[in-house]
């Protein structure tokens, strides 16, 4: 599977941004045509409306009856909407969907290596969503449990927050929506204010509040200049050493415990953007194991949004196979989704031990299909191509692409002339595939296009659209003030 939540993300937070500001889309557009397209492009192509789907998965009928109820709704009112609210209704049709990889982009949208957000860093821990970080005119606030939002009860901006993100369970929704209440876009789809009422304080923010961050630094946990801890390194999973296209996946051997604690942000393969080449992360782990013997292994995979899991395989089945019975654990939250979750029950059906909490995604699994323009290559994003500059054309490089093996990506070898004859083949194929340009507004509809169940690859029935842990461990307020891992302090006592 490819980045394809942190994509799904981006490309809702595009579409709202635009629509939220007006956007650059012709207000005479026939949009009675572009809802329509979209009605059969959907209908026909999404893998939750096939005939089988719909027989085998009763809810996805349900699914079907609400996206068709909401495009009807839509037209219903389209004489009286501006376009930014037309945009969002599309939206809430998509998300009536239930698919996290269901995407809108804006025609031509490019990647921005910035964004305009509110300096503040929320997240949703036992208990309800807290600030954790911020700048230091709000450090008053900090830690302190958020009960309103724009004059309204957070419960009901929750409740409303849902109808218009694709909630495929209770945890993602709470995760995603932690995370987005630092972004402009949010407020603007909502129409509400950025007014914060916690427990003992309240902000009230304007545009003049916001702050620009990476995108990558944005689209994870943020990280802003205060956030009242005790003084300590904070534990591995929430560090933010990782994040970026460098150094997300790591791993550390800690002796004292013969432990050896291996840490994937994202389940995509490191990509040496100088050479082209993906680093053999599976081999260095393999190799630091065969040189340590550890008595237990932690796999830790706590908020991380998703990626391809097909290149793990071969490790999760090695650590299985030498790990001492009972050793072997794998660390799961709200945040694991899509290839994550995958992930978690490939390595359940091996006999790992999960812990933590339920991950934040449905049972069924799709892949994603991207237009290529942007510097998309197979659902990856590469920025632009300058690591290919003074390349010999017939020079090798190695890429992940799709094969009848691996339906997410397999690493295949490739000459320079090859993979951009590919890019240019992608490039002009508007249209194709489960891509879809609406005729008129310019939006690009994403549909994914491939079926895959963690029943039918490894024999689970999940319940609930999630993966439950074996041991349910919950993160709280307490434990991030002092820097506690409750999930890897319980392993710890366990193995001592």
């Known amino acids: 599977m490819e980045k394809r939540g942190v994509i799904a993300l981006f490309g809702l937070l595009m579409v709202l941004l635009l629509a939220g500001c007006g956007g650059n889309l012709p207000s005479d557009d026939p949009w009675v045509e572009d809802i329509e397209q ?42 009286d909407l501006e376009d930014a609210e037309i945009i969002q209704g599309i939206q809430r049709a998509v998300a009536a969907v239930g698919d996290n990889h269901f995407n809108l982009l804006l025609a031509e949208f490019e990647m921005e290596e910035e964004i305009s957000v509110y300096p503040l860093g929320f997240r949703w821990l036992s208990g309800g969503v807290y600030l954790l970080t911020t700048e230091a005119e709000f450090a008053h606030v900090l830690n302190q449990r958020l009960i309103g939002v724009g004059g309204r009860e957070i419960d009901d901006v929750f ?7 694709a909630v495929e369970n209770i945890y993602n929704a709470k995760n995603v929506f932690a995370r987005l209440l630092n972004n402009p876009a949010f407020f603007e789809a909502l129409s509400l204010e950025a007014n914060f009422a916690f427990e003992e304080d309240e902000i009230a923010l304007n545009a003049s509040s916001r702050v620009y961050m990476d995108v990558d630094d944005a689209l994870f946990f943020p990280f802003f200049s205060v956030d009242n801890r005790m003084d300590g390194d904070l534990p591995f999973f929430v560090n933010p050493r990782g994040q ?17 604690y291996i840490r994937l942000e994202l389940y995509v393969q490191e990509l040496d953007l100088e050479t082209g080449i993906f680093t ?7 190799d630091i194991f065969e040189a340590h013997t550890p008595r237990a292994v932690v796999i830790d995979a706590r908020q991380n949004a998703g990626g391809d899991n097909a290149y793990l395989a071969e490790l999760f089945e090695f650590l299985a196979q030498y790990t001492p019975e009972g050793m072997l654990f794998h660390f799961i939250d709200e945040g694991s989704a899509s290839a994550a979750l995958l992930g978690a029950a490939h390595l359940k059906s091996l006999g790992a031990v999960l812990l933590g909490q339920p991950t934040g995604q449905n049972t069924e699994f799709y892949g994603f299909h991207v237009h290529a323009h942007a510097g998309f290559h197979e659902g990856m994003y590469f920025g632009d191509l300058d ?21 997410y990506y397999d690493v295949v070898t490739m000459t320079v002339r090859e ?31 491939l079926f895959l169940s963690a029943s039918d690859m490894f024999g689970l ?16 307020i307490e434990d991030w003030i002092y820097n506690r891992d409750p999930v890897l302090e319980y392993v710890l006592r366990l193995i001592r």
Do not use: C
């Open 38 to 79: 979209l009605r059969d492009f959907v209908t026909e192509t999404h893998p939750k409306f096939t005939e089988e789907a719909l027989s085998d998965i009763p809810r996805n009928m349900e699914r079907r009856t609400a996206f068709h109820a909401a495009l009807d709704a839509l037209l219903a009112d389209l004489p």
């Open 244 to 260: 970026g296209m460098e150094g997300r996946n790591w791993f550390y051997f800690m002796e004292a415990d013969a432990l050896l």
């Open 280 to 286: 053999d992360f599976v081999g260095d782990v393999m």
């Open 159 to 165: 409740a409303e927050f849902q109808s218009f993100w």
């Open 461 to 476: 029935d999940l319940e609930f659209y999630t993966l439950r842990p074996h041991i349910q461990i919950a993160y709280t």
């Open 419 to 449: 993979f951009l004859e590919q890019q240019e083949l992608e490039a002009e194929s508007e249209g194709a595939g489960n891509t879809l340009q609406l005729n008129h507004s310019g939006l690009y509809i994403a549909v994914p296009n």
């Open 387 to 407: 690591w290919l500059e003074g390349m010999d054309l017939d020079e090798e490089i190695n890429m992940g692409v799709a094969t009848d093996e691996y339906p």
